[in-house]
């Protein structure tokens, strides 16, 4: 009676035509995030800075050529990226005012299709393990997906706790569950015709690296500086003979606002009745383990962290990418369309430069609470830093995108990698310091000599003075940087046995010892005892 | 149950598939507040009885607060509403069956062959025990497979939360009843797009409603506005999600604390108000679908007067290794004035710029929080490449009773190739914090703060050096 009359009145909600756009012309991808593509951790064990990264960031711009009638229609966006962030879409070129951009992810799960199957009539098959005869019955659903119950000729029984091969048949898919989210916009032309429009959003998954090699020339004076953009594509989603960009610089994010709206998906989670002590050994059926190995509950796909694949393109200095200014930022163009497959990093260079002149230096930064209250004298290794300047008189002067630099030693053997450094971004101008690693033949030993403590009228002061051994078994000469941070309240140096620089919060003692060489180097520190009782 | 005897008539009103099929009147109307909640009024045409009966509405929000609910129409009182919450499931119908009849069906694993018994279900603890006849046993215990055949759904089991309402009706008749209810798993925000025009010092701006349906049902054909506004709400103690809010709440405050986010509103707002909130009707009604985010356009505006800044912001007196990258922030008013004339939900602002080609990149996006109109807007987009700035602590002495002074260096580089100024603030000033010394004049925003305009010549450096002393 009624229900019926209802059921008939549902059919005209169609009101709007739809248009598909099943597929962009053409595609530009810009990425953005510094994506640490190689996962390269420090000593630490720390990689918090990038973190936020991970996902990285792409902008898609697609170009699509849509047919529009007059009226109100709905435009469906298929072959988007698959971590769409939807209400980043907009769209040029169109001449037709946009009531409302709708993204909808009511996916079609198994248990998606229960839900929205309460009362519908649907097919119970149960197929006899003994013989295999099956047997076909009309069921009502009526609850699920936790736990499907099923009408049965005015009966209720139970799916999937029988033990019997059981499955359900629908006649039909329930409306509004779709096989992938889908982007649409609902516009009104006022005349028909045909548009090409500009559809571009951000997405994330894809990202970028910047990766260095410095090769180290014989004469230990200049080194060759080659710079890779490593693209990575972490999506499903493949980009094909796309014009490809990145955009080197931090730009401010909100990894919490700006992602794909995440599907609440039903599963078909089975609960039945407690199957007894006595039936321990009947394997339980479980569906929600099913369902996952199946993949029906997805993981999401940022998640995927291995690539399946590596492609490296060209190492030929030609095909390299351009650099222009985008706002504050440095923007990269690869040189040709590229294709940028699901799962895959490729990389293509950006910077090669060669005979940059660098100075190799040792440095040694004292701990002053592994020195106090210490008998037990070592020597310890000076740190290796190579040392140059991003200027064009000084044969580099580009900016240097932040990312990982590897360096490599030209020795009797061959190239020899002698240690890496992260390198944040760097504009033209600045001093680089890279730091390699330990020195096996500079050494450093530091001793306090004595310790007291100044009465003052006021306050009274802490002196400490250190003694310091320093010694070169390089065969070559070197230039050792001793370093003394200055830290607490009235720091100063009283005395020293040879003057100091002040840089970066440091004094700084500079020697510079022949092969064999020994110094020595003597300096008092004085500061304010604790304040612990200002009067 | 049926406590009024023969003479309840059960209105099954408008079942399932009937809601928002804009049928026999059906009106929906939504009002989504910025945070996990919505008013649904749903207006429908009822037939009624005269004298008690039970109204059963299977199709509300399957998120609904039911403590929330109302339903208002001429003649018809309310005697009681119910919200039955107990799902049905095998395991749920299995303990509504004990003492109670069931049939059991065994299937012969050897040839296929079934039996059907009759038995009555004695518990369902860690297992199904039943009575056949005189004997006792385990269900399934011999991993036969065994069908259970109940015979009728117990009455307060459903397959999904249902809201029923007893009432009293006066006369029979058709008539408008509106039901309204809070419900959760409904909310919006607003996401911007400004394209930033940096030479001519202007952006165009867009604001989109994003209106998100987590709530488990699809409302069809709405009638739907936007409030915006902080309205209190009373959570439980336990909420974590909401919990989480408000820590994100507090960190957001201090961000903005730390970016000079934006001086305070001095224009009436065009919008019209509700109480103290503002609404933001849709022009059209709306499918608002379960999972779906919806966007509908509330602001276009062009050429707003805007400009970009560079700056720093230190809390603290100290030294860093390697230069830190100054903000890049592009500021802009929401005054008529100055060409964007409306207050600001809440939302996301994501900046673009046109690049070379005409066509717009990405270059950063950050929160506002309610924005009063006649506002300044700071969003930072993210950090300059070419500006940059070295703090260095160059001395710190003590000066007398719980005081201390401070020399501090900021070298300030710029590579790029016009000339540029970076506003450089200071935190840190305690009691009585005072300047002793500095290159550039400063001023004092507020007592525990200093701020420099530090002019950087095109690829040059400038050194901004300060002696403050403060209290602590």
Same mark, same amino acid.
Not at chain 1, 1 to 18: F, K, N
């Given at each position: ?18 248009v ?10 810009t990425?953005y ?10 000593e ?8 936020a ?11 699509r ?26 769209i ?25 199957s ?11 393990r ?9 069921? @009502? *659903? !009526?609850? $699920? #997906?936790?736990?499907?119950? &099923?009408?049965?000729? +005015?009966? /209720?029984?139970?799916?999937?706790? =029988? %033990?019997l ?5 629908f006649p039909r898919l329930?409306?509004g569950?779709?096989?992938?989210p ?5 516009v ?16 994330l998954?894809?990202?970028w690296?910047?990766?260095? @090699? *410095? !090769?180290? $020339? #014989?004469?230990?004076?200049? &080194?060759?500086?080659? +710079?890779? /953009?490593?693209?990575?594509?972490? =999506? %499903? ?8 960009e ?9 990894a ?74 440095k923007?990269?163009?690869?040189p ?8 895959q ?13 660098f ?43 932040r990312?990982v630099i ?10 020899a ?6 390198l944040?971004?760097t ?10 690693g ?6 450093v ?15 009274d ?8 051994r ?6 070559v000469?070197?230039t ?11 720091f ?16 700084r ?5 022949r092969?064999?060489?020994r ?17 | ?12 009103a ?37 004298g ?9 929000s399957?998120s ?56 009555t ?15 006792i ?16 759904v ?12 007893n009432?009293?009706?006066n ?23 400004a ?6 010092n ?11 349906n987590k ?5 069809n054909?709405a ?6 506004g ?10 974590w999600?909401?919990?989480?809010y ?7 405050q ?9 001086r305070?509103?001095?224009?009436p707002?065009a ?40 700056e ?7 030294t860093?290794?390697?230069p830190?990258?100054a ?5 802009f ?22 690049d ?21 807007i700071s969003?930072?987009t993210?950090?300059?490449?070419d ?11 003590r ?29 840190g ?31 040059g ?6 002696t ?5």
């Open positions: 009676m009624r229900c019926a009359a209802l059921a008939l009145l549902l059919l005209p909600l169609a009101a709007t035509a739809d598909v756009s099943s597929a962009p012309d053409a595609v530009r991808v990425l995030g510094n994506l640490a593509a190689n996962a390269t951790y420090d630490e064990g720390g990689y918090a800075e990038y973190e990264d991970d996902a990285g960031l792409v902008m898609v711009s697609e170009t050529t849509i047919d529009l009638p007059a009226g109100t229609s709905r435009v469906v966006f298929l072959g988007v990226a698959d971590a769409i962030v939807p209400q980043t879409a907009g040029e070129g169109l001449s037709a005012a946009i009531i409302e951009s709708n993204f909808d992810y009511d996916l079609l799960t198994p248990g998606a299709v229960i839900a929205k309460h009362g519908e009539r649907v097919r119970l098959v149960r197929t006899d003994a013989t295999g005869r099956t047997t076909d019955r009309e069921a @009502i *659903v !009526r609850s $699920g #997906p936790q736990g499907v119950m &099923l009408e049965i000729d +005015g009966k /209720i029984e139970a799916l999937g706790c =029988s %033990g091969s059981e499955k359900l048949i329930p409306p569950l779709a096989e992938e889908q982007l649409s916009m609902t009104r032309a006022t005349t028909a015709g045909r548009h090409t429009v500009q559809l571009s959003y951000l997405a998954g894809m990202g690296s910047a990766d260095y @090699i *410095v !090769r180290i $020339g #014989p004469d230990d004076r200049t &080194l060759d500086l080659t +710079g890779w /953009i490593t693209l990575v594509n972490r =999506s %499903g989603t493949t980009f094909a003979n796309t014009p490809a990145v955009v080197a610089g931090q730009l401010a994010r909100d919490e606002e700006t992602q794909p709206p995440g599907p609440t998906q039903i599963s078909e989670g089975a609960s039945c009745w407690p199957i007894g002590q006595f039936a321990k050994l009947i394997p339980m059926f479980r569906r929600a383990e099913l369902a996952r190995t199946r993949g029906f509950i997805q993981e999401t796909p940022l998640a995927v962290t291995t690539l399946d694949e590596v492609a490296v393109t060209g190492s030929r200095v030609p095909f390299q990418a351009q650099m222009r200014e985008l706002g504050d930022y923007l990269y163009a690869v040709e369309p590229t294709t940028i497959a699901a799962r990093s490729k990389q293509v260079s950006f910077l090669a430069e060669s005979r940059v002149p100075t190799r230096l040792y440095m040694f930064k004292v701990d002053e609470d592994s020195i106090m209250n210490e008998n037990d004298f070592v020597p310890r290794p000076a740190t290796t830093l190579l040392r140059l300047q991003n200027k064009e008189s000084e044969g580099l002067g580009k900016p240097l995108p990312g590897s360096v490599m030693e030209s020795g009797t053997a061959g190239a990698l002698a240690g890496q450094d992260r944040d971004d504009p033209v101008g600045l001093p680089i310091e890279l730091t390699l330990k020195a096996m033949d500079v050494w030993e530091p001793r306090v000599t004595a310790e007291e403590t100044i009465e003052g009228e006021d306050h002061e802490q002196r400490v003075s250190v003694e310091v320093l010694a070169n078994d390089k065969p000469p070197i050792l940087e001793y370093r003394q941070p200055s830290t607490g309240e009235g100063r140096i009283v005395r020293e046995s040879r003057s100091h620089t002040f840089k970066e919060g440091e004094v003692w500079t020697f510079r010892l092969p064999g060489g110094a020595v180097l003597r300096y008092s520190m004085q500061r304010p005892t604790e304040r612990d009782d200002d009067t | 149950m049926n406590r009024y005897g023969i003479g309840l008539a059960v209105a099954l408008l079942s399932g598939q009937a809601l928002g099929a804009s049928t026999d009147g059906q009106r929906l109307a939504l009002t989504i507040y910025n945070r996990d909640l919505a008013l649904v009024q749903d207006v429908r045409s009822l037939d009624f009885t005269a008690r009966s039970r109204l059963e509405f299977k199709d509300v399957a609904i607060r039911p403590e929330t609910v109302t339903l208002a129409a001429t003649g018809v009182d309310i005697v009681e509403q119910n919200f039955d919450f107990d799902l049905l499931t095998p395991e749920k119908m299995m303990e509504k069956a004990v003492g109670r009849q069931v049939q059991i069906v065994r299937t012969n694993p050897g040839n296929g062959t079934e039996v059907t018994e009759t038995a279900v004695l518990s369902v603890n860690n297992g199904v025990v039943l009575k056949i006849g005189d004997r046993e385990v269900l399934r215990a011999d991993g036969a497979p065994t069908r259970v055949i109940f015979d009728k117990p009455e307060n089991l459903r397959a999904r939360p249902t809201l029923s309402i009432v009293q009706s006369a029979a008749g058709r008539r408008d009843a509106t039901l309204s209810y809070l419900t959760t798993g409904l909310s919006w925000k607003a996401d911007y797009v394209m930033f025009d940096e030479p001519a202007k952006l165009d701006m867009q604001g989109w409603v994003t209106l998100t709530s488990g049902t699809t409302f054909d009638v739907t506005q936007l409030i915006a902080e309205i209190n709400i009373v959570r439980a103690a336990d909420d999600q909401y919990q989480q408000l820590q994100q709440q507090q960190y957001m201090q961000q903005q604390r730390a970016l000079a986010a934006q305070g509103g001095n224009e707002g919008r019209r108000p509700l109480a103290d909130y503002y609404v933001y009707p849709l022009p059209e009604r709306t499918t608002v679908a379960d999972n779906q985010t919806k966007q509908v356009g509330f602001i276009d505006a062009h050429g707003v007067a805007a400009r970009k800044v560079y720093y912001y230190a809390d603290w007196f100290t860093l290794n390697d830190a990258h903000a890049v922030v592009v500021r008013a929401n005054s008529t004035r100055g060409g964007l004339g409306a207050q600001l939900p809440a939302g996301m602002v994501r900046v673009y710029v046109r070379t080609d005409g066509k717009p990149r990405f270059v950063g996006e950050n929160r506002i929080e309610h924005v009063p109109q006649g506002s300044e969003v930072k993210g950090e300059a490449f500006v940059t700035v070295q703090p260095t602590l160059v001395k710190q002495d000066a007398g009773f719980w005081r201390s002074r401070y020399s501090m260096e900021y070298l300030v580089r710029n590579a790029r190739s016009q000339a540029t100024t970076l506003e450089i603030r200071q935190g000033l305690w009691r009585e914090g005072k300047v002793l010394e500095e290159s550039i004049k400063s001023t004092r925003p507020d007592a525990y703060t200093l701020q420099w305009s530090v002019p950087v010549a095109a690829n450096e400038t050194k901004l050096t300060f403050v002393e403060t209290g602590w």
